[in-house]
């Protein structure tokens, strides 16, 4: 199971040098009511790490987000449009289902839902379905025997009727995520494979500052690089990997790479040396980058991170919704990729 995270940690994600895949994954965010700054229904559409389709309710049209998105005939974006518009409505009815449940007569609450699909570099997939109630895991889909499992009390009605024969949602599901799903996610690479596959290499600075206690706080910035998956980490001696005790999230830049900060605290007398490692798959092998005394973080690094702070701040302000997975009768159209999966079924 795909634990639920806030949309802003899934879409960033973390350190790691990943196998050669790609992904196609689905949020739908439904807010209670209005005032809470986000759309009351959104849906956004992500091949890796690349936003390539946007529905929200203002403006109630599903739209391309990328130059190879708009490509597809305009059938594709009417249908996914009127599917999402339909799918508000439902969405806005489990909102008020489950703030039953939970007896809660007022505030902002929060349905996520988050299902997609994997496709491997030797051919394997995965498929994955989620749902989440104001930022915690309500129920998933068990990929493997097609049926819905509750992660909380407040859940297991809407599983045992999604489970039941008359409505079997979890086999439906299954099947788009093993078939459709993957096919459309072909489709979309081959569309995009030149902005998807695109390998730019990273640049890496490495600086320290002396703390209390003998102790010098070491830190390097790894940025400018895509795809996103990265692995960073310090070493002594060349041979010895340090546990870091403090890794940023992989945030974007405007021009479409990522930045990582990753830093250790090392004791200062000591005679070791001390190096940043960098695998990436832009890289014939690992790029090292020596700590040395007098190394300094350039002004303008320090204006480029305090950059990205404010643009993950502002994706927060426009992105934080959460809407999991979720299931109704699948559309045998080869138009709709989005709402193939389901349309919602009521919770």
Known sequence: MKMMTPLILIILGVSGVECDSHTLRYYYTGVSSPGSGLPVYSLLGYVDDKEISNFNSDTRQYLPKTEWMKKLESDYWEENTQTARSAQLVSQHNVQILMN?????????????????????????????????????????????????????????????????????????KNYLENECIEWLKKHIINGREDLERRVPPEVKVWGRAQQDGITRL?????????????????????????????????????????????????TQEADTYSCHVDHSSLEEVLTKKYEPDNGLPLAMII????????????????????????????????????????????
């Open 101 to 173: 449940r939970f007896n809660q007569t007022g505030g902002i609450h929060v349905v996520q839902k988050m299902y997609g699909c994997e496709l491997r570099d030797d051919d394997t997939t995965e498929g994955y379905e989620q749902y989440g109630y104001d930022g915690r895991d309500l129920m998933y889909l068990d990929t493997q025997r097609g049926i819905w499992i509750p992660t909380m009390n407040e859940a297991q009605i809407s599983t045992q009727r999604w489970n039941s024969p008359e409505m079997r949602e979890g086999e439906r599901n």
């Open 219 to 267: 830190q390097c910035l790894v940025y400018g690089f895509h795809p996103r998956p990265v692995d960073v980490k310090w070493m002594r001696n060349g041979k010895d990997h340090l546990l870091s005790d403090e890794m940023s999230p992989t945030l974007p830049h405007p021009d479409g790479t990522y930045q990582i900060r990753v830093s250790v605290e090392v004791p």
């Open 304 to 347: 480029g991170i305090a950059c990205a702070v404010v643009i993950i701040a502002v994706a927060l302000g426009v992105g934080i919704f959460c809407y999991k997975k979720r299931g109704k009768g699948y559309k045998t159209t080869s138009t709709s990729d989005a709402n193939s999966d389901s349309s919602n079924p009521t919770a």
